[in-house]
């Protein structure tokens, strides 16, 4: 069984190495704010890469974007360092307690498979909601597939004159 209750309070995250970062519940402004920048930046290295070979200037550097395998792992990885950037507030367990700065959550999460932790770990409630939803969706007959069965309500009587009665009263 799964809560509906969203934390609303910030909590904290345990991930490889001995990591903790403490983190604001994840909303879905947030995550749709964190989705749209990192397709954003995608977007933007792109038209740089365009441009570039437009110019006949090399891309070397750039990620080969013509390639989905390396589009998606660059926006999962741009969305995984957005999502850290706006949420994580605090950590512990980092060498020399540097502060929570964007170049530093970068960093963080550029370690694998701290990276990959972090979001499993972050996400992985509205996950849950989402599958639970989904697990539950209407049939075509107009009622879930689950309540079909031997459990579903017997067909009603009907005849001229006499109210509306079970199939199994007399």
């Given at each position: 069984?799964?809560?509906l209750?969203?934390?609303?309070?910030?909590?904290?995250?345990?991930?490889?190495?001995?990591?903790?970062?403490?983190?604001?519940?994840?909303?879905?402004?947030?995550?749709?704010?964190?989705?749209?920048?990192?397709r954003?930046?995608?977007?933007?290295?792109?038209?740089?890469?365009?441009?570039?070979?437009e110019?006949?200037?090399?891309?070397?550097?750039?990620?080969d974007?013509s390639?989905?395998?390396?589009?998606?792992?660059?926006?999962?990885d741009?969305?995984?360092?957005?999502?850290?950037?706006?949420?994580?507030?605090t950590?512990?367990?980092?060498?020399?307690?540097?502060?929570?700065?964007?170049?530093?959550?970068?960093?963080?999460?550029?370690?694998?498979?701290?990276?990959e932790?972090?979001?499993?770990?972050?996400?992985?409630?509205?996950?849950?909601?989402?599958?639970a939803?989904n697990g539950?969706?209407?049939?075509?007959?107009?009622?879930?597939?689950?309540?079909e069965?031997?459990n579903?309500?017997?067909?009603?009587?009907?005849?001229?004159?006499?109210?509306v009665?079970?199939?199994?009263?007399?």
């Open positions: 069984m799964i809560s209750k969203q934390p609303s309070e910030p909590f904290d995250i345990e991930l490889p190495y001995g990591v903790t970062v403490t983190v604001n519940p994840l909303t879905t402004a947030g995550m749709a704010a964190a989705q749209a920048s990192a954003r930046r995608v977007e933007g290295l792109e038209v740089q890469s365009k441009e570039l070979l110019a006949g200037l090399t891309t070397e550097g750039l990620p974007l390639v989905d395998a390396e589009r998606d792992g660059l926006f999962q741009l969305l995984i360092k957005e999502l850290a950037l706006r949420h994580i507030t950590w512990s367990g980092i060498e020399d307690d540097p502060d929570v700065t964007p170049e530093n959550v970068a960093a963080l999460m550029s370690l694998y498979p701290v990276g932790r972090f979001f499993q770990e972050f996400t992985l409630k509205q996950v849950l909601l989402t599958a939803k539950s969706g209407l049939s075509a007959a107009g009622t879930s597939s689950q309540a069965g031997p579903t309500a017997k067909g009603v009587k009907r005849t001229a004159g006499k109210p009665q079970n199939a199994d009263t007399p």
